[in-house]
């Protein structure tokens, strides 16, 4: 099975602040690799998929890169609604895999 | 629009069964592959099983092979979960999610639709 490791697993930071969250994985993935945002109480969000690929009316302060087996999340800006728990998928082969998921709280 | 909606879950003893549904609109439901994902209470995400649009190809993750059933319908639109021998560990809250599929029909790896989840406890 593949073993999907984010990092850091909690950043805080302020309102306008660049943040970027790791994720590796324990095999090659190719680029089948989602992010996901998570607020409290609710379902998890698609914001990328294909490594970097964005979904459909996610803003663009959200990117993701990388492939194979190192990738990132990258929030350009941080704004409010931002400060939730993100989570990493990899999509290249089941069992499907997350990570253990990073929160981004308020600093 | 889009909408997934779960239902079925509850309190059940360990050792007993659920069936949680997973009503599907908005959508050519046929066409689609469809996940179930849990959540542990204050815990992280974990796949649970897969289905392809057709029902014909099945996986399921190794803490719920053998006790779980992934099923479909799709002249009901919906997709069930049978849960049986259910354990302590097996509390979480159970969401449906819809592969995300290219114009072309191919996955592209990610759920870009959830229900908003529906809670399973097991105790005594």
């Known amino acids: 099975d593949i073993q999907m490791t984010q990092s850091p697993s909690s950043v805080s930071a302020s309102v306008g602040d660049r943040v970027t969250i790791t994720c590796r994985a324990s095999?090659?993935?190719?680029?089948?690799l989602a992010w996901y945002q998570q607020k409290p109480g609710k379902a998890p969000k698609l914001l990328i998929y294909?490594?970097?690929s964005l979904q459909s009316g996610v803003p663009s302060r959200f990117s993701g890169s990388g492939s194979g087996t190192d990738f990132t999340l990258t929030i350009s800006s941080l704004q409010p609604e931002d400060f939730a728990t993100y989570y990493c998928q990899q999509a290249n082969s089941f069992p499907v895999g997350f990570g253990q998921g990073t929160k981004v709280e308020i600093k | 629009e889009v909408q997934l909606v779960e239902s079925g879950g509850g309190l059940v003893q360990p050792g007993g069964s659920l069936r949680l549904s997973c009503a599907a609109s908005g959508f050519t439901f046929s066409s689609y592959e469809m996940n179930w994902v849990r959540q542990a209470p204050g815990k992280g995400l974990e796949w649970v099983s897969y289905i392809s649009s057709s029902g014909s190809t099945i996986y399921y993750a190794d803490s719920v092979k053998g006790r779980f059933t992934i099923s479909r319908d799709n002249a009901k639109n919906s997709l069930y979960l049978q849960m049986n021998s259910l354990r302590a560990e097996d509390t979480a809250v159970y969401y449906c999610?819809?592969?995300?599929?290219?114009?072309?029909?191919?996955?592209?790896?990610?759920?870009?639709?959830w229900g908003q989840g529906t809670l399973v406890t097991v105790s005594s």
């Open positions: 999610a819809r592969e995300l599929i290219a114009a072309a029909g191919h996955a592209m790896g990610g759920f870009d639709y």
């Open positions: 095999q090659g993935i190719s680029s089948w």
């Open positions: 294909a490594a970097s």
